[in-house]
């Protein structure tokens, strides 16, 4: 169950993706092949003083950047520690595959490389909102701004398969985000979907709006890609925006910074639970491999902790249940 | 420049409603009427011991309720509050209107009474968000789940419109809401209103992602009704969230809740700026009149706020404006 970890995907790479491959094979005993230029890798390694057991380097010449064109430089640089990551989960020398690199060119490289599972219309990427104790995930986050009802039935279908299945969670609800509660409201798309739904083979709870993802009524909440990006990107900067201001409000008098001190254990651990680091990594769903992506601003911890959710994933029966769901 | 005020409208009224109408009239001098059934309002205001000067009652028999089915509930109550002040507002008797009531209600009335200015394809709701000193403008936020590109670039108008004139900002910014920066990212929809927005005579600044939008970079965020709404929501419910889990964290332990004490009017000021009753009132805009709508859950001093908002607007020729735009 050796899982492939993109060495050069990320803003704090490579040094907190080695630190985090380590975490990984110290505490949850996991077999990591980290995939990269051999030499970057290798002085990273030594400076936490390791020699590899447990930990191999895959060579890549190449790293695309956060910022390239995701197709163009997927294309362009064939030996790009993506593209050779991917190809050991092609060939089944990976189980998984981690990356905390450019979203699009992991996208664009599991399509690639990996293909569709067969019958799966479009693959989507999912994100885990801090909100219960599983959490809740929302898809599609971004694969997809354009869609056709069907598209978001099999979200629907790959997101309860998710849940179950690497979420731990029995029988997911799944509840479509929509800008009201009954099946006649919304968009003409979504109350097409909403009717497909219904007569779908999930756990299917109705609409929900967006001011009630957080409350936990629904384990698995379904959207296009660009209704996703947004909400979830628009949900992240108003918590940046409120600890920012927390911490304003806290250091704007010297009593208000004496009593803060006293509660920054309990802020932190806040501040922690909101971060998207937390759960670590989110699955691209419906390619035909398993494919993680962490957090563009992933710590060693935050890459731990995807790297537990690919081992999850590729030892769940996830992509065989995702396949069979086409096959219905 | 008598402000209509729909006494039967929101989650706390007539309570909160008529406090908000004798606050304003105390605080800001607006000449106030009350709409809405004249027992129930004058025995409200005896609560107070007010003879009312500078605030009257105009009698309506009926309410529309917060989960009346709108367009039905307007065209069957011709009698309820709100319709018998946007009939003030249409016969000049009002200034404008403010409404803490079924938002839908409000809109299909608007519609109704007022129609829409001539040349405005579709109204828009807006809200502001408290990122910045002056407040960001998003629209629409839930009046058209669906729609047409020249649509948007009306909202991008009447909303430069808004800020300029009643929120104070010069020659405003307005950013497309999209899930990428460059003009070729996103749905295809937004694309095309990209394309048309750089040629629209407003101060575009080009497309804003969602994690963007609380770092002030624009003044006016310009979106449909779908992806607006779920926005909105999502950002008051992650809010909620997080005091929720902050009041939780910070009585957790008994130090904790003796330096929380000591915090406890930093923390309420904080949330206070993210309540959206802080800016009370959003506008409707592309409607043939002024049109605020106050927060479901307003309490007196949002209604005050709301009551500011309107008279601002009133005062502030945005109305003539729009109505200019559409003649370009």
Known sequence: MLIALDAMGGDHAPAEIVAGALLARNELG?????????????????????????IEI???SEAIAMDEHPAQAVRSKRDASINVAMGMVKRGVASSFVSAGNTGAVMASALMTLGRVHGIERPALGTIAPYTETGVLVLDVGANADVKPNYLVQFAQMGSVYAERVMGVRNPRVALLNIGGEETKGSELMQDVHGRLSKANINFVGNIEGGEVHNGRADVVVTDGFTGNVAVKVTEGAADFIFHELRGALTSKLRYKLAALVLKPALLQLREKMDPGTYGGVPLLGVNGVVIIAHGASDARAVRNALHAANEAASSGMLDAIRSLAKR
Chains 1, 2 share one sequence.
């Not at 092949?33 to 970057?40: C, D, K, M, T, Y």
């Open 30 to 54: 996991i077999e990591i092949a980290l995939v990269g230029p051999r030499e970057i890798i290798a002085a990273e390694l030594a400076r936490h003083g390791e020699t590899p057991t447990g």
């Open 58 to 60: 895959i060579h890549a």
